[in-house]
């Protein structure tokens, strides 16, 4: 059967200016038909999941008076009106970044640590300014978290994360032109209590080029695993040339810990193209067995070294160690998003 020639019309105009949508799988829908569920699923620009349609993160006007910014519809973009509305003539921050998984591991402000008190009241970390990082995902408007040394968030109670040696990955899209060589601009897992607790007490991904510890090809900046006391770009302690230096403006950034000793960093452009390996080997010397806490940071290091500058997108983290295969699933999907600095 054929449909009547207008009708074919009206619905190709209709697809050129994707207004029809088939729903498709989120990053999260991804890891879990592949047995690595989220236990974490930030981001403040789209949904990671194709149901999702709760809030994606919370921004606060000077007054005090806060609003949540939800997508546009379940598995889509942040609905930006929404906050440029709410911030029309003050300014805002952006107070909560939602957890979009089933575990309620919301991020907001980060408390002051062993390697020192924040900017804010009380020794607290800043909050990131709502306004600082506007992006655009297939043409629609969002912002992202501008990460300014000083700012950071953190959640110390963070539910299913991964403790101990277990097993867990962890993916972000980061701005790959906004770095510094300042400690540390990280997302994954930290201590439960901001404070060093030794080597092996986290593992999250690190982006910049602090070359204090461990670096890779050139200048930076580059993926490193910060696995405390130490950036790593492979086992070696200082430098690893098989991990590139970055110039991408959008990267996606990938690690991950095997219950073995086993660990990988992985990258590529978000915008385009494949992921590939940096990485994949044994831990460095010291960090085997693992002794993660659980904790989610972002922005800073596990201590609350807050000297770091960034800016992230979404990001999550899994239980188990996830294959080659499915990142490659969730790195199509994050080219499919559109990431664009530009309508």
């Excluded at 906050?83 to 107070?95: K, L, M, P, R, Y």
């Excluded at 390697?115 to 009380?122: D, N, T």
């Excluded at 300014?148 to 991964?162: E, L």
């Excluded at 670096?215 to 690893?240: C, V």
């Amino acid at each position: 059967m054929s449909l009547p020639s207008t009708l074919r019309r009206s619905t190709c105009a209709l697809l050129a200016l994707g207004l029809v949508t088939t729903a498709t799988a989120g990053p999260c829908d991804l890891y879990d038909a592949a047995g690595y569920p989220c236990v974490a699923a930030h981001s403040t620009t789209r949904a990671l999941y194709s149901a999702y349609k709760g809030p994606l993160y919370q921004v606060q006007r000077t007054d005090g008076t806060t609003t949540d910014i939800a997508p546009l519809s379940a598995g889509g973009v942040a609905n930006a009106s929404t906050q440029d509305a709410f911030c029309a003539g003050t300014t805002c921050v952006i107070s909560i970044i939602y957890d979009q998984s089933s575990r309620g591991n919301h991020l907001t402000r980060a408390p002051p640590g062993s390697a020192g008190s924040g900017p804010a009241p009380g020794g607290y970390d800043n909050l990131a300014d709502a306004t600082a990082a506007p992006v655009y995902l297939n043409g629609h408007k969002a912002y992202g978290v501008k990460v300014a040394p000083g700012t950071g968030y953190r959640n110390n109670d963070a539910k299913g994360t991964a403790t101990g040696n277990a097993a867990e990955g962890m993916y972000a899209v980061l701005d790959g032109t906004h770095y510094n060589g300042g400690c540390c601009f990280d997302y994954g897992n930290a201590e439960t209590n901001s404070v060093d607790t030794g080597a092996g007490h986290m593992e999250a991904i690190y982006f910049g080029n602090c070359n204090v510890w461990g670096t890779g090809q050139g200048s930076g900046p580059w993926i490193m695993g910060d696995l405390e006391n130490g950036l790593f770009s492979g086992q070696n302690a200082k430098y690893n040339g098989g991990d590139p230096a970055i110039n991408y403006r959008f990267v996606t950034a990938v690690v991950k810990g095997d219950s073995s000793n086993l660990w990988a960093i992985r990258g590529g452009n978000a915008a385009s193209g494949l992921l590939s390996t940096y990485y994949s080997g044994p831990r460095p010397s010291g960090y085997y067995p693992m002794k993660k806490e659980g904790a989610i940071i972002l922005g800073i290091g596990g201590d609350n070294s807050h000297g770091a500058q960034g800016t992230f997108y979404e990001g999550v983290m899994t239980t188990g160690y996830p294959s080659d295969a499915v990142e490659d699933k969730v790195q199509a999907d994050v080219v499919a998003a559109g990431y664009s600095t530009s309508p």
